[in-house]
């Protein structure tokens, strides 16, 4: 939609695609400015960081179960649930 938003605008196009313009305004002010996202966005990055280092220490052939119980011996406080849903995405 960036590329072509000057070429067709904003609302004709989400109304093709059936979202609200706000939900297209609302992710553009957030890539534009990391500080709006949610909370949880930013604890999802900043355990990412985390959870690649213990990956890569590990010589990549760590899974979650390995890798959950390196953080929590290194005192990392942090659901296997979701450190399973954050090594997926990553």
């Known amino acids: 939609m960036e590329d072509h938003h000057e070429d067709y605008g904003i609302e004709p ?3 093709v695609l ?3 313009p ?3 305004y609302a992710r553009a002010a957030k890539k534009a ?3 709006k996202r949610s909370k ?3 604890a999802d990055d ?5 959870i690649r280092q213990v990956f890569e220490d590990n010589f990549g052939v760590y899974g979650v179960r390995k890798v959950w119980h390196q953080l929590n011996r290194q005192g990392v ?3 296997r649930n979701c450190l399973a849903r954050l ?4």
């Open 46 to 50: 900043a355990m990412s960081l985390k």
């Open 33 to 35: 400015d990391p500080e």
């Open 22 to 24: 706000s939900t297209w």
């Open 87 to 90: 090594m997926k995405a990553m």
């Open 18 to 20: 059936r979202i609200a």
């Open 77 to 79: 406080n942090v659901g």
């Open 40 to 42: 949880r966005a930013k």
């Open 13 to 15: 196009m989400c109304e």
